[in-house]
Every structure is written in C-alpha cells, then in structure tokens.
C-alpha cells in the first residue's frame, strides 16, 4: 500500500537470535504464518537482518528489478553418454545392495545414487509423498512396469516416464532447494510502497511462494535437476515399494535441500509385470 513506510516485524523473535529458534523448530508453521503479517516483512535470524518478500508479484518485480542483485543461478549438469553409464552402474549397485524386509535410512541411501545433495533429497521427499498419493503411486506403478519392467532407468526413458516425471517435477517445486534466495538492494528503491534502503538484504522462500500461488505442475517450468529425479526415482520404484515405518508424518529438514527429516522405510519387492511385446 503506497505511503507506507515500516516494514512489520515478523512476530516470534527472541533477544540475540531473533526469529532462528522458530525457523529451526519448524519452518514451515512459521513460514506459513508470515504473509498474514504482511506482503514485506523483517525477519532476524541471528546477527543477519533481512526483509522477507511473501508477495509472489513483489518477488517476481524484485527478481526482474535491476537494482536488487542476487547469485547467478547455478549452470545446469551437462550430461554426457560416460557419465549416464556411470550414474547407472552406480543406481544398480545401491538397489542391488537392499534385500527384502531391509529397513533403509532414506536420505543417505539416495545420496549414494544421485550426483547432488538436492535430486538427493528430492527423491527422499516423493517417496514420502508417494505413499500418501495412492493414486500417483498406482499411476507410476502401471507406468514404470510399462516401461522399465525392473530395471535401471535410462536417459532414453525419460520420454515414456510422464508420470514419474509429473511427481518429480513437483516434489522439486514443493520442496524447493533451499528455503530462501537472497538479493541485495544496490540502490534506495521502493516496493510493495515501502522504501527500501540501499543495501538491504531481501530473502524470498521459493516453496513459501509457490504453495500461496497454488501452482498447476504442467504449467509450470521444468526445474533443471527434474531429469535426475525422475531417473532415480523410477529405478527405485520400478524394482522395491517402499513402506514408511512410522505413520507420523516427518518434518522437514532445515538444510540447503529441504526434506523429510529422518525418513526410514522398510523395503518390500516391488510387482513387477513384464509387459508382452
């Protein structure tokens, strides 16, 4: 609203660390709350003080806005035809090295297959979802004994894996890599009809964003690491359907890929129907 000019505080901070021990309690709730407080909010975590940008339209007029500068995005994974054999050879011997009834701690067993922390955790975090999407997960079932019959997924696949892909594509966007994307303001500047200082630090939470604008997965864009995902996500599931061992949903993980936290799950052989050609 024009003439303003106090950006609120966010409720909850504490003396020294500010609004840290909510973050790190749980990020979420406390993520949620915040665009009630208002489309710009100030937010202290520790020593680092910054406004938050809760408005998806001030974030994206803060993103195309030259005065505020940020990171350049990092460069995509160039795929070669030596490293896909490699991360093939690497996927089979992980799914070779479970056995039936094997209760796996997710996150690290991903870890050892992916070639990132976030397609990492990415995968952990659809597999949780999978097991509350009964639907997606008999859609993915049909689609992967369609396509892979058991085994390891290949770059050629992609194309066939819609489905797998969809979920992928989605969990990236729910559980986006790192819970916010800092700009700095090079120059006195306004927004949201606030003033906004030179040198102001701005955050923005891509998954706080993309959850308020109720995002529609086939219209929006691909992320980059959604090939991958989908890779190990489907050599995972076309051979073992995994079982969570605790019916208490998981919280998410405080780090720069954000996941279920603690997610364990029991391995059970995964139906696997050859189709006939």
């Not at 892909?165 to 927004?191: D, M, N, Q, Y």
């Not at 891509?206 to 219209?219: E, G």
Request: include cysteine; glycine fraction near 6%.
């Amino acid at each position: 609203m024009p003439g303003q000019s106090t950006i609120p505080t966010a409720d909850g901070a504490v003396p020294v660390l500010g609004h840290l021990m909510p973050l790190l309690r749980d990020p979420w709730t406390f993520l949620r709350a915040l665009p009630e407080q208002g489309d710009l909010v100030r937010v202290r975590l520790g020593p680092v003080h910054a406004v938050l940008v809760c408005d998806p339209g001030l974030a994206t007029r803060m993103l195309d806005d030259p005065a505020f500068r940020g990171s350049a995005p990092d460069p995509g994974v160039l795929r070669f035809p030596e490293a896909a054999r490699r991360r093939s050879a690497r996927i089979e011997e992980v799914l070779d090295s479970w056995s039936a009834g094997q209760i796996i701690d997710v996150f690290p067993e991903m870890r050892r297959m992916a070639t990132s922390e976030t397609i990492a955790a990415a995968v952990t975090s659809a597999l949780y979802l999978l097991t509350r999407d009964h639907e997606a997960r008999a859609r993915i079932r049909a689609e992967l004994n369609a396509v892979l019959a058991g085994r390891v997924a290949r770059d050629t696949d992609l194309p066939y894996l819609e489905h797998t892909g969809r979920t992928a594509g989605k969990t990236l966007r729910l559980w986006s890599p790192g819970w916010f994307v800092s700009r700095i303001a090079e120059t006195g500047t306004r927004l949201g009809g606030y003033p906004v200082p030179a040198h102001t630090r701005l955050l923005y939470s891509p998954a706080l964003l993309q959850h308020r604008m109720n995002l529609d997965p086939d219209s929006t864009p691909r992320h980059r690491d959604t090939p991958e995902t989908t890779l190990v996500l489907a050599s995972v599931l076309a051979r073992w359907s995994p079982k969570p061992m605790s019916a208490i949903p998981p919280r998410p993980r405080l780090t720069r890929a954000p996941r279920p936290d603690g997610l364990r799950m029991r391995l059970r052989p995964a139906p696997v129907t050859v189709p006939h050609r």
